[in-house]
């Protein structure tokens, strides 16, 4: 078994690999490019774990929907335009896999996943804490349409085996006590959660310390050293660092980096937005997703977050103001205790979601390299997947069988 890792990237998904790699008594290093106060996407996202989506990304109808969306500036969706032939690839490669039965296939993987990372959070919560509050999701949906939609995303839901309750508008405000719903009606997910991601990512870093992991910030891998087959060190900019397993955790920079060794994890950064009141003047009592609008609004200890927006831009984290601006115009018209004016002043926060082609994650060994494992492309359920995604990674390290099948997530899929 190999004693030495090295995990590039110090977000939610190398963090969680970190810690459970070090509980099977693995020597463990992190590099992350960033400094222990930068704010990735690790931080500003809505904190939700949703076993409730078992559909990726690339579905059917997802297609005609982005392009009915970019006709409007303050839509949930946009596209840059721009001369890029990763990007042309990678829409290609999304529209090929947007179809039936890639979600038929897809679903129970990513059902597995999500359900296994809820039962890892609950007993993680017994012994760090992360404002972890396990009320359920509620899908809000304003309009008779978007119920009907909805439901029928429910009714998968269950078939898989994920409890789902459509609700009429009276009874999602009698489970919703703590603000006004103006809704047609909702869906209850009760197995959905959520937590504070700067809380979780604050006690990730202090249990990792506490257990002799070595954290390297500000280096960034500029290249490899690689002989026979193998890795042998990676090139950053302090120093040759050197391992018996490499893992490549780096979210959407992990694209230009694994080409460097000539492996290819066609990716798209997909920036978000949030804001967060941090004394706003009713608190929900659970998470949701406002339906039509794409929108998701997170109550954090006494603080509110809401946030959506997915912009395909590049590696670019300016704030566009028509999305920010769309964002908190939804708020009002499902939850009418909202102003717009409430969020005046308060600065946007930008992340970038390492977005794969067909809305899967990569996870597992690479073929090119026989040390080399990949665990990133969790598009927007980073947070959501990071616990058992650091599991199964820590088992296949520790030359176990991974105990969830994770073929179909395979990092070599587009080579």
Known sequence: MARDVLIVGGGVVGLFTARYAAERGLSVTVVERGGPADEGCSFGNAGMIVPSHVVPLAAPGMVSLGLRYLLSPESPFYVRPRASLDLLRWGARFWRAANARHVERSAPVLRDLHLASRACFEELAGTIDFGLVTRGLLMLCKTTHGLEEEARAADHARSLGVPATALSAAEAQALEPGVRLDV????????????????????????????????????????????????????????????????????????????????????????????????????????????????????????????????????????????????????????????????????????????????????????????????????????????????????????????????????????
């Open 184 to 415: 047609a009606g909702a869906i209850h997910y009760p197995l959905d959660a959520h937590l504070t991601p700067g809380r979780l990512m604050a006690s990730l870093r202090e249990s990792l310390e506490r257990s002799s992991v070595r954290m390297i910030w500000n280096a960034s891998v500029t290249g490899w050293k690689t002989r026979e087959g193998r890795v042998e060190a990676a090139v950053t900019t302090r120093g040759d660092l050197t391992a018996d397993e490499y893992v490549l955790a780096a979210g959407v920079w992990s694209t230009p980096v694994a080409r460097d060794l000539g492996v290819s994890l066609p990716m798209q950064a997909g920036k978000g937005y949030s804001l967060t009141l941090p004394a706003p003047r009713r608190l929900p009592h659970l998470c949701a997703l406002l339906h039509e609008a794409r929108v998701a609004v997170t109550p954090m200890g006494r603080a509110l977050r809401v946030g959506g927006t997915m912009e395909l831009t590049g590696i670019d984290t300016a704030v566009n103001p028509a999305r920010v601006r769309g964002i908190v115009k939804a708020v009002p018209r499902y939850l009418p205790d909202f102003e717009v004016g409430d969020f005046d002043g308060l600065p946007a926060w930008v992340g970038l979601r390492p977005c794969s082609p067909d809305g899967l994650p990569y996870l597992g060994r690479t073929g090119r390299f026989r040390n080399l494992s990949v665990a990133t492309g969790h598009s927007m359920m980073g947070v959501s997947l990071a616990p058992i995604t650091g599991r199964l990674m820590a088992e296949t390290l520790a030359g176990a069988p991974p105990s969830i099948d994770i073929e179909a997530l395979s990092p070599d899929r587009y080579s």
